[in-house]
């Protein structure tokens, strides 16, 4: 019995079954490798959607600023002091400063300078110069501090000198004259500042004016002895004013339009040219002003010229100013550059335009020969992208939809309804446009570029097989070619 049960006894190997798991899970991994090796090796497609818009361009100028300046000399040598404020308007018997020859008159300002108090309107004043100047400030034109604690100290030394003066002259009254006091030459606004550019004007531009690195600006308030026949002030007598700005070519064709369109013809056919007026924003206070404007050229190059007829106080103590041209901005339909491209289309003579009749789609008569050699006309309906003055452009891979057969092919000859003429097609031309992609393949939609920048173009929106807001274009048109499906 014991030998039979041996003998009877088998080995039999064990096999594992099949783990479904692993099979599911490796199927997977190989799908993700696939997924991951064709992501990285094929080209991407990206999207964007049309939105309606402008294009907000710089157009900031630095310009130099020609008034009608007048220079006055110390009648007598000594120590000058101030009665009128800087920027202040002063008429023919207005005092404007003393002469104080033996130095009694300074030395007696010193003694009394802490006895000093300024008035609650002088505070308000100063207050004010403060706010204005935290309202305008930058981090990113530091330089600007240092000019603002160079006009305090000048408002201030305004505030103080006043202040003494009135108090001397009650003591030269007890006490004798012990200085010199001057009227004002003529009337006007007064300055303490000569540059050079007073005797300046349009007939004497140069380029050279703008190095700002070269300017240099003299104070004439100084605590030093005045010698006879010295600047000591400067009076601008005349509201008007300019600013004179070179400018690039963009800037120069904008306003070389709009002063073109500001023409008007009289029956004898004389051209008259009217001001043109644009508007501008003043970087400095952000006053919007709205000045006269003409181009001047000078060695070649166009400068802009601002003609002002009030607001000459406001910055009488500048002689650079930057501003902002607030230019009409034109409006559309707002696009990446990238996806601009261009496609080539039959352009054939709109007289040959026509309708089927019935159901009055539009198209072109073409003519057909039998097979016995008899011609016949044949009505194609084609889809017309875009109209001009003179043509029509039509799209040369267009198919007739159940026979795949092209509509127009070069050479087809087109007849003309109203008479016996024939057009021979096959004139390209490109026109540019987007590929749209709102079916999910590419399709070409023909744009009209109103203005564009480095960026973005602004098109016109409403055109025929063109764009509409919220269209989803391709971004870049370069990844892709007409007709092609897209993937999401």
């Known amino acids: 019995m014991a030998d039979s049960r041996k003998k009877n006894k088998k080995i039999i190997k064990y096999r594992r079954p099949l783990n479904i798991g692993v099979v599911f899970f490796g199927f997977i991994a190989v799908y993700l490798i696939v997924c991951v090796y064709m992501f990285f090796t094929s080209t991407h497609i ?13 157009y900031h100028y630095t310009g130099i600023v020609l008034r009608t300046e007048q220079v006055f000399q110390s009648e007598k040598p000594g120590y000058v002091s101030y009665y009128a404020r800087e920027g202040e308007k002063v008429s023919v018997n207005s005092a404007v400063y003393t002469v104080d020859e033996s130095g009694k008159m300074a030395q007696a300002m010193k003694n009394n300078v802490q006895e000093l108090n300024l008035s609650g309107e002088d505070y308000d004043q100063l207050r004010g110069e403060i706010i204005t100047y935290m309202s305008n400030a930058s981090d990113m034109n530091f330089s600007e501090v240092y000019d603002f604690k160079a006009d305090m100290d000048v408002a201030i030394l305004d505030h103080m000198n006043q202040n003494m003066i009135e108090q001397l002259d009650s003591a030269a ?32 531009l140069t380029g050279a004016w703008f190095d700002q690195e070269a300017y240099e600006r003299t104070n004439l308030r100084t605590e030093d002895l005045v010698g006879q026949g010295e600047p000591v002030y400067k009076l601008i007598t005349e509201e008007l004013w300019r600013i004179v700005f070179p400018m690039d070519e963009d800037m120069e064709n904008y306003l070389l339009d709009k002063i073109k369109g500001n023409q008007t013809t009289k029956e004898d056919g004389t051209v008259v040219q009217n001001k043109t007026y644009i508007d501008i924003r003043m970087d400095k206070d952000k006053e919007i002003l709205t000045p006269s404007v003409t181009v001047e050229y000078r060695e070649g190059k ?41 496609k080539e289309f039959f352009v054939i003579d709109k007289a040959y335009i026509t309708n089927s009749g019935a159901d009055s789609n539009m198209g072109f008569m073409k003519q057909t020969v039998g097979e016995d050699g008899s011609t016949d006309a044949k009505f194609v309906n084609c889809t017309i992208y875009y109209q001009d003055d003179q043509f029509a452009y039509v799209d040369p891979k267009e198919e007739n939809f159940s026979t795949s057969e092209k ?12 008479s016996a003429e024939v057009y021979p097609v096959g004139q390209l031309e490109s026109l540019k ?10 399709i070409f939609r023909q744009i009209q570029i109103l203005y564009e920048n480095e960026e973005y173009c602004i098109v016109k929106e409403g055109t025929s097989y063109g764009l509409s807001v919220y269209d989803h274009i391709v971004l870049n048109a370069e990844t892709v070619d007409e007709d092609e499906v897209i993937y999401d």
């Open 433 to 442: 446009g987007v590929y749209n992609i709102n079916k999910g393949y590419t």
């Open 407 to 418: 509509l127009l092919s070069a050479g087809d000859l087109l007849i003309r309804t109203d």
């Open 302 to 342: 166009a400068y802009g010229v601002l003609e002002f007829v009030n607001s000459m106080i406001r910055y009488a103590n500048e002689r650079f100013l930057t501003f902002e041209i607030l230019r009409d901005e034109t409006e559309g339909l707002k696009i990446p550059k990238s996806a601009v491209t261009e």
């Open 46 to 58: 990206s999207g964007y959607e049309v939105i309606a818009g402008n294009l907000a361009t710089d």
């Open 173 to 204: 009254e007890d006490g004798g004259e012990i200085f010199s006091r001057y009227n004002a030459g003529a009337a006007g606004v007064v300055e303490y500042y000569i540059d050079g550019f007073e005797d300046a004007n349009l007939e004497s």
